[in-house]
């Protein structure tokens, strides 16, 4: 999932800690790992890992976040260097409303 920092300090922080491929300087965005959610590949470079699962999965979260005001909080980065965020639409934890569902 790729979020938008919208101040300058978030951005430097995630910037430093982030693997480069994980920011895109050009718009201060950047790929993150939603925490508390582990899901089947769906963009794996082993095109053999990626599930049906995985690609629904990650196509609902696309629908559901793209073009919305999402807040975050980033705590650290994971073992492929992507922020560890949990992500907040409306104050509502979007990670609890997914394993809700």
């Not at 629908?63 to 705590?75: D, P």
């Not at 492929?80 to 409303?97: F, G, T, W």
Request: glycine share 2%.
């Amino acid at each position: 999932m790729r979020l938008k920092a919208d101040r300058q300090a978030v951005w430097t922080q995630i910037a430093r800690e982030a693997d480069s491929k994980a920011v895109r300087f050009k718009d201060l965005t950047f790929k993150a790992r939603i925490l508390n959610i582990n899901t089947e590949e769906s963009v794996h470079r082993n095109k053999a890992k990626n599930t049906a699962f995985g690609k629904a999965v990650s196509k609902l979260v696309k629908r559901e976040i793209t073009a919305k005001k999402v807040s975050f909080t980033c705590n650290g980065v994971g073992k492929y260097k992507r922020p560890l965020c949990s992500v907040y639409i409306n104050e509502h934890d979007y990670a609890k409303s997914l394993v809700e569902r």
